[in-house]
């Protein structure tokens, strides 16, 4: 084996020259569990044996042993397209305490990861973990929980970071699919979301350094792309499509302190312009970095961000 270095995107990831891929966080997994401290039950799925696409399920204590039908959340987790699962601590706890406190149904995607599985994996796997959810609209998919317990009237998609990209994506391609869903999802999250391009963008012109690496990263994700970083699948002002947009609200949530604010400021700003027609909201929180709910959920912005966005959830009803 050699040592010789392909790609050095430390602290994340590590590529050498002979095919070898070394993570270095986001490796850890948990099982599915009941959690004692939110009453939340969860449990795992494969979606497609050939792709490995798979996903943990959520439910709150509240649908145990009822037929009540509740708002669902389709989640895609971050990790610059290469690292974490739906399966990790972070992401499981996460889960758990938004299911917990919005009293819905989630179905988080654990998709494939580049650099082993190129974009546009993730994407693909993504869209068919969602028309594998739509599989259940007459109670006869392969989750007995979704079956009984989801309302398909009320869906929302929502990421962090990189899984926030591929919430925006799934959501465009929902508003120019000729394929029929007939699940109806009624907004979007996007948590610190993971945009770039080729022109620096507000504090991006003093921070070339780590605009060069988040650059890197979608390249490692994504080496076939003809335009790099204005790629329109990570530049949003290139997408010609998004103000197809297949929902009606989005919620857009950036940290103060992440390099990726501006991006996700500019992504609302863009989609007010498109001609879309929906409503766009944002919040702020101060004094934070990328992705610290994560990390510190039990901080006071950490609870009052997982509050706006069950707020955003529960106050999008039929209609």
Not at 126 to 146: N, P, Y
Not at 214 to 219: C, H, I, N, P
Not at 227 to 249: A, F, T, Y
Not at 267 to 285: A, I, N, Q
């Amino acid at each position: 084996m050699s040592d010789e270095l392909a790609h050095d995107l430390s602290p994340l990831i590590r590529v050498y020259k002979d095919g070898r891929v070394d993570r270095l966080i986001g490796t850890e997994i948990v099982p599915p569990s009941f959690d004692l401290k939110t009453g939340v039950q969860s449990t795992d799925l494969i979606i497609s044996v050939e792709t490995g696409l798979s996903t943990r399920l959520y439910i709150p204590k509240t649908a145990i042993n009822t037929t009540q039908k509740l708002p669902l959340l389709i989640y895609f987790h971050g990790g610059g397209f290469c690292i974490e699962t739906a399966f990790s601590p972070v992401y499981h706890n996460y889960l758990n305490s938004i299911v917990g406190v919005a009293n819905i149904v989630a179905v988080s995607v654990d998709y494939r990861r580049a650099p082993e599985h190129r974009i546009p994996a993730a994407y693909e796997d993504s869209w068919e973990a969602l028309k594998w959810v739509d599989s259940h609209i007459e109670g006869k998919g392969s989750s007995e929980w979704l079956n009984s317990h989801a309302d398909f009237d009320r869906v929302f998609l929502a990421g962090d970071s990189a899984g926030a990209n591929i919430a925006n994506n799934v959501a465009i391609r929902i508003g120019l699919s000729e394929e029929t869903l007939r699940i109806k999802v009624r907004g979007i999250v996007l948590v610190h979301p993971y945009f770039c391009g080729k022109e620096p963008i507000g504090e991006e012109a003093n921070k070339l350094e780590i605009k060069a690496y988040v650059d890197d990263l979608w390249s490692l994700a994504s080496p076939s792309s003809a335009d790099g970083s204005d790629d329109p699948l990570i530049n949003p002002e290139k997408d010609p499509s998004l103000g197809r947009l297949g929902c009606g609200k989005v919620l857009v949530c950036v940290a103060e302190k992440d390099f990726l604010k501006d991006r996700g400021l500019y992504y609302g700003e863009l989609l007010k312009k498109t001609g879309w027609g929906g409503d766009v909201e944002l919040m702020e929180t101060k004094g934070e970095e990328h992705v610290f709910h994560l990390f510190n959920s039990d901080c006071d912005e950490a609870i009052a961000m997982l509050n706006r966005i069950v707020s955003f959830i529960n106050s999008s009803g039929k209609g």
